[in-house]
């Protein structure tokens, strides 16, 4: 199953314009990963949000955690060709730190 | 480039047929975990193995095994394969003590005809 559910589906946008995606979860958690995957290949860590933390920042990377609203945004500001790939979130899941649930994901697609 | 590595990276099977797909993990991690992702969803977890034992499964049926081995590579084994374990398969290791850190490897492709 699930546990997260990214919003929108899809999303296409032109270069330099900013991107934001949504993840909404289940159950408590202790902390929410992004991740990054390029066609269909291996996944890339992104960025660690924990339950205490509102709001991360890394490079051009937002991240905001809404633990009261089971919810996670994702910003791209200004984003490039090369952010084109599916981005998704993950949680801790059956008491297993390691043990990552995720969502169905989000694809952007960035136009020159 | 994370330091984990998948083979074969494409195979195509039968239905019926049995297949193993193997992972290096990354040097110092010790714990494993494999991922099943169906076209267009998100991963979804397998099992997890630590210290060559199974650590925690997933909602996959016993034809799903693993092995993990001293030098903390591991294989995944599916017997009896359907159509429907037509998928990517991804491994990731993480250090026993940041068990969040998830490394990818860049997955294996099957397809069951």
């Known amino acids: 199953s699930q546990q997260g559910e990214e919003d929108p589906q899809a999303l296409s946008i032109q270069e330099g314009e900013n991107a934001t995606m949504n993840c909404s979860y289940k159950?408590?958690?202790?902390?929410l990963q992004w991740y990054r995957q390029n066609s269909g290949r291996g996944l890339v860590h992104l960025i660690l949000?924990?339950?205490?933390?509102r709001e991360k920042h890394s490079g051009r990377l937002r991240v905001t955690l809404d633990t009261s609203k089971k919810s996670s945004s994702l910003l791209i500001t200004a984003s490039r060709a090369a952010d084109t790939a599916s981005y998704f979130c993950a949680t801790e899941g059956g008491g297993l730190p390691d043990k990552l649930i995720f969502g169905t994901g989000t694809r952007l697609q960035v136009f020159p | 480039e994370t330091g984990v590595t998948q083979s074969p990276t494409h195979l195509i099977k039968t239905r019926g047929q049995q297949v193993t797909l193997r992972c290096s993990s990354q040097s110092g991690h010790n714990t494993v975990s494999w991922y099943q992702q169906a076209l267009g969803q998100g991963p979804q977890f397998i099992f997890q193995?630590?210290?060559?034992?199974?650590?925690g499964r997933g909602n996959f049926p016993p034809r799903f095994s693993g092995l993990q081995f001293p030098n903390y590579s591991s294989e995944l084994n599916v017997n009896a394969l359907e159509l429907d374990d037509s998928a990517l398969y991804l491994c990731?290791?993480?250090?026993?003590?940041?068990?969040?850190?998830?490394?990818f490897g860049p997955g294996t492709r099957l397809t069951v005809t």
């Open positions: 949000i924990r339950s205490n933390e």
């Open positions: 990731a290791s993480s250090p026993r003590d940041r068990p969040y850190e998830q490394y």
């Open positions: 193995y630590y210290r060559e034992e199974e650590n």
């Open positions: 159950t408590s958690i202790n902390n």
